[in-house]
């Protein structure tokens, strides 16, 4: 075989002249030979959708579709569910990627130096150049890469560093996040990690007409897991296409496109253009055919406020040549009417060195402005973006979020209504603009004081102003956070909301809600309803006539959205307005707690829990002497078993914002409780709470507190009392699994009934402790090191399930 050998990235980069002479033709490659699944998504543990994780400590790469579980919350981050997407390299703009599917193997692994494979091409390709799509986990790794083509020849480049995927520089795709395999935890990666990474391989002119038939891949080097994801190329062809493609006179719905024609001019042109990323093929029906000269004014296909990708190609007399990428252009907004609408979730977010605001919005500040504005992933009052205005150090000029160019907005018969917040006493200012590039054209007409919690602000706009909404930062103070959502743009109408809503005597079952009339009063009263989530009613609400009424409610510890809205007559009904209140928890006092059954193990009886709805005690007899921070708290009690032992532990639950307790245990009545056990963090399972007993009366009851470490966040967690004596040999304590061992007792090795689906055994002494982690076990198990007494035996399956087996060793 013959071999031609290039050597490191500086003759890489001499040999990548393709750029400076020809346009690019730019496709993804289908290739075969992936060997792990490292991408999770869809609905499920991530353990279900990968095979192995990109780095050393079980992190892998996520969908945008990825949720743990049915109710996880969508994510504003992730591989885009489709696999495809246009790089951002800056020197191959139009150079797009296709991973191979998520739901198979759709990354090649080289964890080891020395460990090597072969990506192999479905359909044959030549190309002037190759661009592969790779990462490092836990650190870079430095591969080999020998380009295979049918003729038995090949092209060897050595010295490919890949970097590891957090903050290394020439990234095809950033802002990715990425989840623990174990445990479901999701790290967002702070919008710029982690990343993949653009490795260009620059074919030889000779071999440049060769069709390539596979990529073999060996690692050379470096502490890193190097994964590899797919392979672009910029496809070889005679037939060149035009370069300097530029779009202009860009219009609401038309576009000139114009261009430098090759050294060889072909009979004709054909165009392509779309708003999606994804590169035409040669099936593809162009947008526009035949055409001749060096311009095309395109009049047809063309939306307003639409981001569109332009791809052309030469007719070279009946020989088409490929699709080369041309340019890109954004059309313009049109006007809007209303009503419209903006939340702010189909942004992507910005940052203090990146101001953004959604199409046909803008952000708006004088110059040298130290604050910012821009869209942002969370503080959003409906999931998931919110709109973020700061002044920083700056207590006098202009910052202002700007609305499009709206059809007669200041004819005194509309309105805005908008949800925001601050903190307290924080201003806001509402107005227009006749320019919106120009602050001093802002005229207020509202000033709105708002709170640290989101509320829903109506502002009627009078007549005589400008054409452009304006929600300017009213400054007031350095360093102020105001963060908008859930604007709407509409005309007033002829049946008033009520405002002003609250709530109050609020208990587990139900509250009091109360709100003001509209100016005109309805004369058919009120309709309210309730919800559990933040969506209006589609159906008509129970009647009221008056300005309050005490809503029934399910279940304690629960948000409910309580909503009310005008009835002025049976047909012209106001706009529903909501309030959000959580119900008291039942067990939120000493003296109405939550039963606990002891088991064997804590996966035995384990409670859901829940700070939601929960207030601090004012009872000074519930001490915590361990930790005294503590907020909220929630009681439970337990009989003492008949062995006077008992543990009580705190666990986490999937999804919740409670991650750190504190635990109290008592003796006596509420009032004149006794502590007789606190801790703050015991428990294995993170910061969580795990008091242990012993010598205590058995039948005697043991009340139990149990306190958020944050006032901020609330949630579930697990609670759970338990003994060992309580498990019987062989039983299972965590009944979703059907397990047992033999023999029992044992000398040295046991076997365990079922491994299928099987990720882990521990096994724990008495005491609690993990005394042996066995990770992906066979049937049989080694457990000749342990000393001879009694254990618990503890498989963790797949699914998230486990089985607790009591075992004594000879």
Not at 338 to 360: I, K, L, R
Not at 405 to 428: E, H, P
Request: glycine share 8%; net charge neutral.
């Amino acid at each position: 075989m013959k071999r031609k050998k290039l050597f490191g990235f500086v003759n890489l980069c001499a040999l990548f002249y393709a750029p400076m002479v020809f346009s690019q033709y730019y496709h993804p490659v289908t290739v075969s030979g992936f060997t792990h699944d490292v991408i999770a998504n869809g609905i499920g543990n991530a353990t279900a959708s990968t095979t192995a994780p990109v780095d050393a400590v079980d992190y892998a790469y996520l969908a945008k579709d990825f949720q743990a579980t049915a109710t996880s919350p969508l994510l504003t981050y992730g591989l885009p569910a489709s696999g495809q997407f246009m790089g951002v390299v800056g020197t191959t703009p139009g150079l797009t990627y296709q991973l191979a599917s998520y739901s198979g193997n759709n990354a090649l692994k080289l964890n080891a130096v020395s460990d090597a494979g072969t990506l192999t091409f479905s359909t044959p390709t030549a190309a002037f150049n190759l661009y592969i799509l790779a990462t490092g986990g836990s650190g870079s790794g430095v591969v080999t890469a020998v380009v295979n083509f049918t003729d038995s020849t090949s092209q060897t480049f050595t010295g490919l560093s890949i970097g590891d995927w957090y903050d290394q520089s020439n990234f095809a795709i950033q802002g990715i996040g990425r989840v623990k395999i174990t445990s479901n935890a999701l790290e967002d990666g702070g919008g710029t990690n982690p990343r993949i990474y653009q490795v260009p391989l620059a074919i030889s002119a000779a071999n440049q007409s060769k069709t390539v038939q596979s990529i073999s891949f060996t690692k050379n080097s470096g502490g890193g897991f190097v994964n590899i994801f797919g392979v672009s190329a910029n496809r070889y062809t005679t037939c060149l296409a035009p370069t300097a493609m530029t779009a202009s006179a860009v219009a609401v719905s038309s576009v000139t496109l114009g261009w430098t024609a090759p050294a060889t001019v072909p009979t004709s042109y054909d165009i392509y253009y779309t708003s999606s990323t994804v590169a035409p093929n040669s099936s593809t029906t162009p947008t526009v055919s035949a055409v001749t000269g060096i311009a095309a004014n395109i009049t047809t296909g063309i939306n307003p406020m639409t981001k569109y990708h332009v791809w052309i190609r030469s007719n070279c007399g009946g020989s088409l040549g490929e699709w080369a990428y041309g340019t890109t252009f954004t059309t313009p907004c049109s006007t809007f009417t209303v009503p419209y609408s903006e939340n702010f979730d189909t942004t992507a977010a910005g940052s203090s060195s990146n101001t953004n605001a959604p199409m046909c919005w803008s952000y708006l500040e004088n110059s040298g402005f130290t604050g910012s504005g821009y869209v942002n992933n969370n503080n959003s009052n409906s999931p998931a973006n919110s709109y973020y205005l700061t002044n920083g150090s700056a207590s006098t000029g202009n910052q202002m979020l700007v609305s499009p160019q709206t059809v007669a907005l200041s004819d005194g018969t509309k309105r805005v209504r908008f949800f925001a917040k601050g903190s307290t006493n924080y201003t806001l200012q509402v107005g227009t603009l006749t320019n919106p590039s120009d602050p001093s054209t802002f005229v207020s007409f509202n000033t709105t004081i708002i709170t640290s919690n989101y509320a829903q602000y109506t502002v009627n706009i009078p007549s005589g102003g400008g054409s452009y909404l304006a929600f300017r930062h009213n400054l007031g103070g350095t360093y102020r956070s105001i963060y908008l959502d859930d604007i709407t743009v509409e005309s007033m109408p002829t049946c008033l909301e009520p405002t002003a809503l609250a709530t109050s005597a609020v208990t587990a079952n139900s509250a009091t809600l109360s709100w003001t009339a509209p100016t005109n009063a309805p004369a058919n009263g009120y309709e309210y309803a309730y919800t559990t989530a933040n969506t209006a009613p589609t159906g008509a609400g129970t009647s009221n006539a008056g300005t309050s009424v005490t809503v029934s409610l399910p279940s304690g510890s629960t948000t409910y959205y309580l909503w009310v809205r005008s009835k002025c007559t049976t047909t012209d009904l106001s706009a529903w307005v909501s309030v959000a209140v959580s119900t008291k928890a039942i067990n939120d006092e000493c003296s109405t707690p939550i039963i606990l059954t002891a088991g064997g193990t804590f996966a035995t009886n384990p409670v859901i829990a829940s700070t939601v709805g929960a207030s601090t005690t004012t009872d000074t007899t519930a001490t915590h002497t361990c930790q005294t921070t503590g907020y909220n708290d929630t009681w439970y009690s337990v009989v003492v078993p008949a062995s006077g032992n008992i543990k009580i532990e705190t666990q986490s639950v999937t999804d919740s914002s409670v991650s750190d307790t504190v635990l109290g245990v008592y003796s006596g009545a509420c009032g004149s409780l006794t502590q007789i056990g606190c801790d703050d963090d015991a428990s294995s399972d993170g910061n969580f709470s795990l008091v242990t007993l012993t010598g205590q009366t058995p039948g005697a009851t043991l009340l139990i507190g149990v306190w958020n470490y944050s006032s901020s966040s609330n949630g579930q967690f697990k609670v759970s009392a338990y003994d060992a004596s309580l498990l019987s040999t062989s039983e299972v304590g965590a009944k979703a699994k059907e397990i047992s061992i033999y023999p029992n007792p044992f000398n040295d090795v046991v076997h365990l009934s079922e491994t299928k689906d099987l990720k882990t055994v521990k096994v724990f002494d008495l005491a609690g402790r993990a005394v042996k982690v066995i990770e992906n076990p066979t049937k049989e198990i080694n457990l000749g090191s342990l000393k001879s007494g009694l254990y618990l035996i503890t498989t963790y399956f797949k699914d998230g399930s486990q089985a607790t087996v009591k075992a004594i060793k000879k």
